[in-house]
């Protein structure tokens, strides 16, 4: 029996990756196991913080006299040996902190909040413990410490032992039970027991009778007391009487309960769709760690290719996970997956309470769910026994997270896979450059639809040069075509779908004459407006100049900021249609929760003309009536100081194209822009990924971007400017001879929103081929900012950023 633990413990300001060794009391020697949570005493004080055991030994390490471990939280471990492996593997590759991988992996509810508790001891003389505990032995610091006054006379009475101060970790994780019934006598009893009844007590002799047809199963008290009329009352005074007994029993919070589901069966697969699943299918059957690439166009039939697939590995005895960026996990989905698989699924997703994804997550675990959908955090699902991981959408940015661990869901995918030993899909109908490169060399197995289902085309993409619009008409978001195909589209009862591009909303400046975007002259990359300032910035390579008055292509005027909000776009609208039946999706309208689901059934009954989005309405929605799909501004994402800008519009572009037309009607698609000729708005008219895919290519090539490049950003924030930008000098510095000299170091520099929440940001960004000496100089300075950390300070660390903003 193990008498000693490894633990890593949750100390905010004082993270470290090495884990403290504590004694296991005898008591707990045999139940300890390494993936259980503990409450350990951590410091000098009575401080008490939550750990994990990480491992068990019979040997210390350290010398000195150890302390004890204080309390077992789980009777279960929490994190299985995989869990285990992947938390140090996480921390490990985005230079984390193992236990906030630990805790990311978990549910929300089972993060540990601290809150400060006295007890009395074999001291507290009879006035404390009357003032202060009554009956109880401990009462939480915040109830007793009303003012200052008594804040001091607590910590007189803490030194003279009276009372005793320690941390108690909230156990957040509520179960949710329901009382339910069972009887407590034989069938037999219960015959013998009617006849004892009063002649008229028919409530009674119902409840008699109802409890012999239970066969002793027990059924909630709810449903048993409707289904056989017995009153509440009623079941209590048979509880008295010794006829039956009523149990907590646990039930799980079931989001989609009132949402009736229809089952659904397999689709005939087109030959397309057919090669595909095959592919899949006997990779899971191999099994095999194959990653592939399922590239196909929007409404090609994708998902039914994942849930054949799925349905496969099920069929093998083993578990499926799929995962969907957030925005596309809308009811739509989960009826899709539901219909197929109905209870053996669980669904993960930022839109359930944490009670319910508390429940989830815990059907996952007691291996009652099979089936995983979610969005990216899902891909930690404490499924066992993988047989295959689909990745919805694989190009979207919302897999990578933003704060530590900053990882992103594929690489995670691709570890379990290699973990399970089962295969991968990343499905896209524009997938990132750097899967689609992998693809290219060989790494993935790529698998191509290149028709939509049923032989649909396309739909038709006009693009309209707004410069030329303003020329003709008062300035309005809506050029004549674009108005004309909407009037249109009333008449013949058909929908349409008005997309707003709010990314980089009016950080940009651009001629309304001639599109002209003000550039770097050494980067290439679009200068960055800064009001603060008033200047024009590079946040590569620090680049500064003023902000144009005229335009330095063609001496134009009209050289402005540009963005407009979808408030205003439907205002204007609904001048201009006043009959149209109008729905507005953006942050504002969506904020409730549900309401994003409300408004797209809303659409989806026919109850509107027009819906009016921003890009959380690009993805996913096959809607059969819309046949007209309108951009009402390309251009802003191009605007972006970001070497990916022309990829995202590709992308952004040609998803919501594929919004029009999907079932027999065709669609049509207009796209509004001043640059008409960008190369990223050419190809997605033509619906041509491949071709973008090889000119960019071709483009990061020349500019020494990723994929031809790894990419780590070094964030420094503080509340002082000096303090931030001084120790990015240092850390260059610092940095420099420790890199091999091939890699490149850019910046320092301000980041191109230089303040948000009162703090300083500045970044320098690695670029490298190949750094033998990365990972060990990364893991050296996470260690050695914890210092700086606690002094406000904050550095962090992000590998292949997504946003260099
Ligand atoms: N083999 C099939 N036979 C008939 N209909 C199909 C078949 N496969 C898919 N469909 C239908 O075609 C429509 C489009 O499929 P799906 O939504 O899976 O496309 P997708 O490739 O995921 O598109 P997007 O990338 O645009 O979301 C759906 O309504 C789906 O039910
Ligand atoms: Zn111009
Ligand atoms: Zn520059």
């Given at each position: 029996m193990a008498q000693i633990a490894q633990v890593i413990v949750d100390v905010p300001t004082m993270q470290t990756n090495r884990p403290?060794?504590?004694?296991?009391?005898?008591?707990?020697?045999?139940?300890?196991?390494?993936?259980?949570?503990?409450?350990?005493?951590?410091?000098?004080?009575?401080?008490?913080?939550?750990?994990?055991?990480?491992?068990?030994?019979?040997?210390?390490?350290?010398?000195?006299?150890?302390?004890?471990?204080?309390t077992v939280v789980d009777l279960a471990p929490v994190l299985n040996t995989e869990a285990l492996a992947m938390t140090a593997w996480l921390a490990q590759s985005t230079f984390a902190f193992q236990i906030t991988c630990a805790q990311t992996m978990l549910p929300a509810v089972m993060r540990a909040k601290y809150e400060k508790q006295l007890r009395a001891t074999d001291k507290t003389s009879p006035a404390v413990r009357e003032k202060l505990f009554g009956d109880a032995s401990s009462v939480s610091f915040e109830t007793v410490a009303t003012d200052s006054q008594m804040v001091s006379q607590l910590m007189r009475w803490q030194k003279a032992g009276e009372v005793d101060v320690y941390y108690q970790v909230k156990n957040q994780a509520r179960r949710k039970t329901q009382l339910a019934v069972k009887a407590a006598l034989t069938p037999a009893e219960l015959a013998t027991a009617q006849t004892t009844v009063r002649a008229g007590a028919t409530q009674q002799l119902a409840l008699l009778k109802a409890l012999a047809t239970?066969?002793?199963?027990?059924?909630?008290?709810?449903?048993?007391?409707?289904?056989?009329?017995?009153?509440d009352a009623t079941i209590r005074s048979g509880e008295k009487k010794g006829w039956l007994t009523r149990v907590a029993e646990e039930v799980y919070r079931d989001p989609y309960a009132d949402s009736d589901i229809q089952a659904t069966k397999p689709l005939t697969l087109n030959d397309e769709q057919r090669v595909a699943v095959?592919?899949?299918?006997?990779?899971?059957?191999?099994?095999?760690?194959?990653?592939?690439?399922?590239?196909?166009?929007?409404?090609?039939?994708?998902?039914?290719?994942?849930?054949?697939?799925?349905?496969?590995?099920?069929?093998?005895?083993?578990?499926?996970?799929?995962?969907?960026?957030?925005?596309?996990?809308?009811?739509?989905?989960?009826?899709?997956?539901k219909g197929r698989f109905g209870h053996a699924v669980a669904v993960l997703h930022s839109g359930l309470s944490n009670g319910e994804k508390y429940d989830e997550w815990r059907r996952i675990q007691r291996g009652e769910a099979q089936v995983v959908v979610g969005a990216r955090s899902a891909v930690f699902a404490p499924l066992t026994n993988i047989g295959l991981i689909v990745m919805d959408e694989e190009h979207e940015s919302s897999y990578k997270q933003d704060d530590a661990p900053r990882y992103h869901a594929r690489q995670v995918a691709l570890w379990r896979s290699r973990y399970h030993h089962c295969p991968v899909v990343l499905g896209s109908a524009t997938p990132s450059l750097e899967t689609r490169a992998r693809a290219e060399k060989g790494v993935y197995s790529r698998l191509v639809l290149k028709d939509r289902v049923n032989q649909r085309p396309l739909p038709a993409v006009s693009i309209i040069d707004m410069k030329k619009e303003m020329q003709q008409h008062a300035e309005s978001?809506?050029?004549?075509?674009?108005?004309?195909?909407?009037?249109?589209?009333?008449?013949?009862?058909?929908?349409?779908?008005?997309?707003?591009?709010?990314?980089?909303?009016?950080?940009?400046v651009l001629c309304r004459d001639c599109?002209?975007?003000?550039?770097?002259?050494?980067?290439?990359?679009?200068?960055?407006?800064?009001?603060?300032?008033?200047?024009?910035?590079c946040h590569y390579c620090g680049h500064e100049e003023a902000i144009p008055r005229i335009c330095p292509n063609c001496h134009s005027r009209q050289i402005r900021y540009y963005?407009?909000?979808?408030?205003?776009?439907?205002?204007?609208?609904?001048?201009?249609?006043?009959?149209?039946?109008?729905?507005?999706?953006d942050n504002d309208t969506t904020r409730k929760k549900g309401a994003h689901e409300k408004l797209l059934a809303t659409f989806g009954r026919g109850d509107a003309d027009i819906l009016i989005g921003t890009q959380m309405i690009a993805k996913g929605l096959d809607f059969p009536n819309v046949t007209l799909v309108g951009v009402l501004n390309a251009d802003t994402a191009l605007g972006l100081p970001d070497f990916r800008a022309s990829e995202w519009t590709f992308q952004l572009l040609t998803q919501v194209s594929g919004r029009a037309g999907r079932a027999e009607k065709a669609g049509h698609v207009y796209i509004q822009t001043f640059n008409p000729?960008?190369?990223?708005?050419?190809?997605?008219?033509?619906?041509?990924?491949?071709?973008?895919?090889?000119?960019?290519?071709?483009?990061?090539?020349?500019?020494?971007?990723?994929?031809?490049?790894?990419?780590?950003?070094?964030?420094?924030?503080?509340?002082?400017?000096?303090?931030?930008?001084?120790?990015?000098?240092?850390?260059?510095?610092?940095?420099?001879?420790?890199?091999?000299?091939s890699t490149l170091i850019l910046g320092p520099t301000p980041k191109p929103i230089?303040?948000?929440?009162?703090?300083?940001?500045?970044?320098?960004?690695?670029?490298?081929?190949?750094?033998?000496?990365?990972?060990?100089?990364?893991?050296?300075?996470?260690?050695?900012?914890?210092?700086?950390?606690r002094q406000g300070l904050q550095i962090s660390i992000d590998v292949e950023p997504l946003h260099f903003m």
């Open positions: 403290y060794t504590y004694l296991i009391p005898a008591a707990w020697q045999s139940q300890v196991q390494p993936g259980m949570r503990v409450i350990v005493p951590f410091g000098r004080g009575k401080r008490r913080v939550q750990g994990f055991v990480v491992n068990l030994t019979n040997q210390s390490t350290f010398d000195g006299d150890l302390k004890a471990i204080d239970l066969n002793g199963e027990t059924l909630t008290q709810k449903i048993f007391s409707r289904r056989f009329n017995v009153s095959d592919q899949i299918v006997t990779a899971i059957d191999a099994p095999a760690t194959t990653t592939f690439l399922l590239e196909g166009v929007t409404g090609s039939g994708k998902t039914e290719v994942y849930l054949q697939a799925m349905a496969a590995a099920l069929k093998a005895g083993k578990t499926a996970l799929m995962l969907v960026p957030e925005i596309s996990l809308t009811p739509q989905m989960v009826r899709r997956v978001n809506f050029s004549a075509p674009l108005l004309v195909a909407l009037q249109d589209r009333l008449e013949r009862h058909e929908q349409s779908v008005l997309m707003l591009n709010r990314r980089g909303y009016s950080s940009f599109g002209f975007v003000l550039k770097c002259p050494n980067c290439d990359i679009s200068l960055t407006l800064h009001m603060d300032t008033h200047t024009m910035k963005g407009t909000g979808t408030e205003k776009v439907e205002e204007e609208l609904r001048d201009l249609l006043p009959d149209a039946r109008i729905i507005r999706m000729d960008h190369y990223a708005i050419r190809f997605a008219q033509h619906h041509d990924y491949e071709g973008f895919f090889k000119y960019e290519m071709r483009m990061r090539h020349q500019g020494g971007y990723p994929p031809y490049y790894f990419t780590v950003q070094i964030t420094a924030s503080d509340l002082d400017e000096a303090v931030a930008a001084k120790r990015m000098y240092q850390l260059l510095q610092w940095l420099r001879p420790r890199l091999t000299p230089a303040r948000v929440n009162r703090r300083y940001y500045y970044q320098m960004v690695l670029k490298y081929k190949r750094e033998p000496n990365l990972a060990s100089t990364l893991s050296t300075l996470l260690q050695e900012t914890q210092v700086q950390q």
